[in-house]
């Protein structure tokens, strides 16, 4: 599968961005998908995952309350939408897919390429 990551942005601190991710192919729906992010200087991590079906979803600790994953099997999309950014969210954000459960970087197949996400204080 190929995915390509949108939406990215400069935002000011408190507002709200939605990402997307485009997928290709007919077996978007066999994955279970992710968003990381990668900030200058700091390893890649984990920000949300959600399984095949968009039944069930999780979230690190900082993303919790503010970020919402979510995904549309019929149209290959997958979102996150951020709300109250704040300026420790600035990072690029990376789209994943993983026949597994992509929470950590090792268990990931696929990775779209990366949308700049900066918010200003």
């Known amino acids: 599968v190929q995915l390509q990551a949108s939406g990215g942005g400069l935002v000011q601190a408190g507002d709200s961005l939605r990402l997307s991710c485009a997928a290709s192919g007919r077996t978007f729906s066999s994955y279970n998908m992710g968003w990381f992010r990668q900030a200058p200087g700091k390893e890649r991590e984990s920000v949300a995952t959600?399984?095949?079906?968009?039944?069930?979803?999780s979230y690190a600790e900082f993303a919790k309350g503010r970020f919402t994953i979510s995904r549309d099997n019929a149209k290959n999309i997958l979102y996150l939408q951020m709300n109250s950014l704040k300026f420790e969210d600035t990072a690029v954000y990376y789209c994943a897919a993983s026949s597994t459960w992509p929470d950590r970087v090792a268990r990931v197949n696929y990775w779209g390429e990366g949308t700049q996400v900066t918010v200003s204080s």
């Open positions: 959600i399984t095949r079906s968009g039944d069930y979803t």
